[in-house]
Each structure stands twice: as C-alpha cells, then as structure tokens.
C-alpha cells in the first residue's frame, strides 16, 4: 500500500514542475479515454474538470519513479535516522497531549497508542511533511507513462472517487510524487478501505483532522491483523554457532521458519540482554537486518502486520524501536 522507504524520504522535497513528458496530443487524448472511463464509474464533469482540467505529465514524477537511488543506506544508519532519538522526544510529547483520543481510538481497534504514534512519525514527521504534489496529476503521469500504468490508473481513478465523495478540495489533494497522501501516507485504494471519519463530519480527513488520522492508521493495522495483547518483537542473543534442526542462523532467517518462543528457548536463544526469553506461547520467526554477523531480533505477529504497512524489514524494525522508547 505504501511507497516505501524511498517515497518517504523524497515525497516532500520537490516541487512538481508541469512538462510534456510524452506529446502533449497523446496525454490529451490519453486523458479524454480516461475521462470517459471515469464518468462510467460515476465521477462528475465537474469533479474531472477540477482535477485533470489542466494537467500535464510532471517531469520531476518521472524523474523520480525512474531514477530511484539504490538503497544503501545500513540498518544501524537507518535506525539512526528513522527512529532518531528527537523523534523519540516528540513521540513522547505527542501521546501525551493526544492521549484522550489516542484511548479512546485504541480501546476502539485494538492497537497500542503508542503504535498509532509511531506511524504518525515515521510517515510524515507528525503530519509536517505530507507532500507537496497535486496528486491527481502525480497519479495521472503515472498512469499515462506506460512502466506501471495499469496500477496508476486504478490509483488515479481511487483518488477521483475520494474527490467525488468530497472529503478533500481537488487544490489541496497533495501527496508524494507516487500519490500517498495525507499525514498517514495512504494510496487512494487504501483510503477507500481503511480511512476513517472519526469526528462524524462527513469527511475523512486524513490531511488535517488528526483523530481522522490516528483512527484511520488504527483501523488499518487492526485489519492487517493486530493484536493488543503482544508486542512487536525483541532483540535477542544467538548462541556462538547457532543453528536449529542443523540449519545455521542465516537460512532459519527465511521469513518462513517460526518456532514458538520455548522451542527457541530450548535452542539457547537469549533477550538481547541475556535474560530468558518470556514464557509465552508465541510463535515467532528469525529476522537478521544485517546478516548473519549483525543484530538478531525475534518477531511476533504484529511484525507481519507492519509489513502489510511497509514491506521493509528496515522499515517495521524502525517501527518497533521507537514503539519501545514510548511504553
């Protein structure tokens, strides 16, 4: 649903400079079949007009979803930076001035407060960096662009359904270059199925109505299977030669093999600080960020759930270190 780490840390740090990629005879006829195509699923003239009425393909769209630089960033460097101590401040001081909503929201979906949080700073910095791209027009010279267009398009149609349903002025629909929008960085398809209207306006308001936001991340992650009861996982301590069934560390590491925490136990898996690992009965899985010579964490279900968010080992890593600053 998201557009990764990438996307994150370059969604907001351009402005969106109009140029015909293509001719601008076949984006116009490109955007008269699509019109059509959108008025068959019930959008407006009136809504079309105000959205693609003066769109053209966005050069720095291109650029971005072209030139996309190769991840090379560490898991220490990227811990750093994602989960960066200020962050962790901020956090702190926003579960406790949204704590009355962030209860009650919690109680409502069944995801930790401090979780909701966490995303909300991960995504968008506390909702400050939300994206500076007309997200029609971003979506649209995707779609017409050719290398993921059939995706795009049905983006592109998602976001002329929200517009249609009226929970944001087409002017103010900004997003990433790659069309997340709003302080929880949602895809069109994942609005339509997971944002929430919390304050009952009639509106969801994932741009500027934080219980919107909060409530809406909740309602997502409870959908990707949540639970309150658990944590994300721990760091933990692997045995000198460590192997299970004859198979060493890295090859448990296949985000396949899960063992409950007694078997792991048994193996002469350690917490990271050399105590036993908890007696409960959870299954859990081997994750090395770094391989088979770095950190080793142990991961429970709500990990998994955080990948449906972001399908970065990094990235629900990340998630699960500054969640811990904040219990």
Do not use: C
């Not at 969604?11 to 079949?33: D, G, I, M, Y």
């Not at 959008?43 to 769209?61: E, F, H, M």
């Not at 960085?185 to 929430?196: E, N």
């Amino acid at each position: 649903m998201k557009t990764g780490l990438r996307t994150f840390l370059m969604a907001f740090a351009f402005l969106a400079a109009p140029v015909a990629n293509a001719t601008e005879k076949s984006f116009a006829q490109w955007l008269v079949e699509l019109r059509q195509e959108a008025k068959s699923q019930g959008i407006s003239d009136r809504v079309l007009d105000a959205a693609l009425g003066n769109a053209a393909p966005i050069k720095r769209v291109i650029e971005l979803d072209r030139r996309q630089p190769e991840f090379t960033m560490s898991f220490e460097e990227y811990l750093g930076k994602i989960a960066s101590p200020t962050r962790a401040r901020i956090a702190a001081k926003k579960l406790v001035e949204h704590d009355k909503i962030l209860t009650e929201i919690s109680k409502k979906y069944g995801v930790q407060k401090r979780y909701i949080v966490t995303f909300w700073g991960v995504e968008t910095n506390f909702g400050q960096y939300l994206g500076s791209f007309n997200v029609p027009h971003a979506l649209a010279t995707l779609a017409h662009d050719g290398r993921r267009s059939s995706y795009f398009r049905k983006e592109l149609l998602n976001a002329l359904k929200i517009l249609e349903e009226g929970h944001i002025p087409p002017d103010q629909m900004k997003g990433s270059w790659a069309g997340a929008m709003g302080q929880s960085q949602f895809m069109p398809s994942s609005f339509l199925s997971y944002a929430v209207d919390w304050d009952g306006d009639g509106k969801r308001d994932i741009w500027g109505t934080k219980p919107d936001v909060f409530a809406s991340t909740a309602y997502y992650l409870a959908k990707a299977g949540w639970r309150d009861d658990i944590t994300w996982g721990r760091e933990v301590k692997l045995p000198v030669g460590f192997s299970m069934n004859g198979k060493p560390a890295d090859v448990l590491a296949d985000g396949k093999t899960r063992f409950k925490l007694p078997v792991w136990s048994k193996s002469g898996v350690l917490s990271v600080d050399g105590s036993a690992l908890p007696k409960r009965d959870l299954t859990a899985r081997l994750v090395l960020p770094a391989g088979a010579d770095g950190p080793a964490f142990l991961v429970y279900s709500n990990f998994d759930s955080i990948l449906d968010w972001n399908r970065s080992n990094y990235y629900a890593l990340a998630i699960g270190h500054l969640s811990d600053k904040l219990r």
